[in-house]
């Protein structure tokens, strides 16, 4: 089975300034890794996944996450917020072979003017 | 192209009622999921689908029903309502499995039991 931990339920940053939400996982087999992004009152959206190969992978609007296997976690960084970024992030995890997966908890992002 | 439909929106049930929330796709997808979101909790898996016929249990599918008979609708069935079931309860749909496909939410139903 697997899990996942995000360390940081809230996260309060002010605009313009870099950010880090901080995913990890356990797992006994390999993992496809998932942030996905809930903006108030609507359903969650696939920021970005990691199923193979280059262990950086980047969204269309700025964040970026890497795989760090040794490590197991998958933190969600951004250079510089906006306030648009106001949301609840969640980091995810599935088996590459199993049809479960697992949420985190989530971390909610209040970008401050 | 309306992606995933959730009907209702918003729901108050008395504490044995009943209810069916409705969940419906336009995109194909031969997966599709049942979610419930506690606060501080994320999101819990109560059912998901492979195909119309198909279903299989979640991490939480006690006090829940579901039934897929086209590929389309996926309803979720509340027998006898219980506080512990008020929650915000999503459907979500992939092309293929859980592992390593994007699914896509719908904005979700939120029910209060009392």
Known sequence: AQ?????????????????????????SVSVYLFWYVQYPNQGLQLLLK??????????I???EAEFNKS????????????????????????????????????TSLTVIP | NAGVTQ??????????????????????HN?????????GMGLKLIYYSVGAG?????EVPNGYNVSRSTTEDFPLRLELAAPSQTSVYFCASSSGGLAGETQYFGPGTRL???
């Open chain 2, 7 to 28: 009907t209702p929106k918003f729901r108050i049930l008395k504490i044995g009622q009943s209810m069916t929330l409705q969940c419906t796709q336009d995109m194909n």
């Open chain 1, 61 to 63: 609007n700025g964040f």
């Open chain 1, 3 to 27: 899990s996942v931990t995000q360390l940081d339920s809230q996260v309060p940053v002010f605009e313009e300034a870099p950010v880090e939400l901080r995913c990890n996982y356990s797992s």
């Open chain 2, 54 to 58: 198909i279903t299989d249990k979640g």
């Open chain 1, 71 to 106: 490590q197991t976690s998958f933190h969600l960084r951004k250079p510089s917020v906006h306030i648009s970024d106001t949301a609840e992030y969640f980091c995810a995890v599935s088996s590459n072979t199993g049809n479960q997966f697992y949420f985190g908890t989530g």
């Open chain 2, 112 to 114: 209060l039991v009392l």
């Open chain 2, 31 to 39: 997966y599709m999921y049942w979610y419930r979101q506690d606060p």
């Open chain 1, 50 to 59: 990691y199923l193979s190969g280059s262990t950086l992978v980047e969204s």
